[in-house]
DNA sequence: CATCTGTTATATATAGTATATAACAGATGC
DNA sequence: GCATCTGTTATATACTATATATAACAGATG
């Protein structure tokens, strides 16, 4: 069932990249809301790995607002709870550290909004596929 | 001399704040190419930290190709080395992942727009209040 | 009641981070 | 030449983060 992808060889956290596999997967509707996430347990056996990474990864999307947890189904996926100047002031940080590297590269504001229109097609696209009915990878 | 400020609270390991900081100067023209990093000895006792890991950060950042280190001078700014498609390619996994980030928070297309737009005018703010001789921060 | 769920606790091994002390080779200025 | 600066390397230590392994508990399900 699950599209996830852990490197072990690389430097980000196996409950990091668990983490921002999930998110990309609901950015790009391969998993919607409502949808419930495998158990921790049955996770980590599909995936290789413990229990307990699978469960820091849960956590933390909890925290962060993406999942909602509860004991009888699971992890639930519910991002939506925070409004929009919350949700700027969030990605704000993160987005200046790139767009600062961005600007020391050489790259334009052009440039960045090309890549974003990019970046962001490239999740609608892939919203269209599954509607088409194609495989899920 | 210098703008760096650590965060000893923060969960982003030191060498990761010069790094980031030392990036963001570089975007906003607090320094310029050409200019040259104080050395490691002296930014570890302005900033009340190890040489080493100040170390770390200028290897970083000589790995990532910000600066290039002379025996005699030191650590010396020199972004440009690489090509836009390249640059581009670097990028794009990082803005990935804040994108998808922040279209599950409900940000849209427009949102992204005007926020790189906000961010992108507050690195050319600082250039012009530079560029007037006002003191540095 | 067996079996699933999330959650918690404890222990252990490994890797990353930050520090301290020390030394070496090259370059600079007196 | 010599003291002094530079980056660089080596070693050791303390602490934290990461990932694993076992185990147990309470709530929910069929």
Same mark, same amino acid.
């Given at each position: 069932?699950?599209?996830?992808?852990?490197?072990?060889?690389?430097?980000?956290?196996?409950?990091q990249?668990?983490?921002?596999?999930?998110?990309q997967?609901?950015?790009?509707?391969?998993? /919607?809301?409502?949808?419930?996430?495998?158990?921790?347990?049955?996770? /980590?056996?599909?995936?290789?790995?413990?229990?307990?990474?699978?469960?820091?990864?849960y956590?933390?999307?909890?925290?962060?607002?993406?999942?909602?947890?509860?004991?009888?189904?699971?992890?639930?996926?519910?991002?939506?709870?925070?409004?929009?100047?919350?949700?700027k002031?969030?990605?704000?940080?993160?987005?200046t550290?790139?767009?600062?590297?961005?600007?020391?590269?050489?790259?334009?504001?052009?440039?960045i909004?090309e890549l974003?229109?990019?970046?962001?097609? /490239?999740?609608?696209?892939?919203?269209?596929?599954?509607? /088409?009915?194609?495989?899920?990878?």
């Open positions: 069932m699950m599209f996830i992808e852990i490197d072990f060889n690389s430097d980000e956290a196996i409950y990249q668990l983490c921002n596999q999930i998110i997967g609901i950015a790009t509707a391969r998993i /919607a809301q409502g949808d419930v996430l495998p158990s921790v347990r049955q996770l /980590a056996d599909e995936v290789g790995i413990n229990m307990h990474t699978v469960n820091k990864a956590s933390l999307l909890k925290q962060e607002g993406y999942v909602k947890v509860d004991r009888r189904k699971g992890a639930v996926i519910s991002c939506s709870g925070q409004n929009k100047d919350e949700a002031q969030i990605i704000r940080k993160d987005m550290g790139i767009l600062a590297q961005a600007r020391c590269r050489g790259l334009t504001k052009e440039d909004a974003v229109n990019d970046i962001y097609n /490239a999740f609608d696209e892939y919203d269209r596929v599954k509607e /088409a009915g194609r495989p899920k990878v």
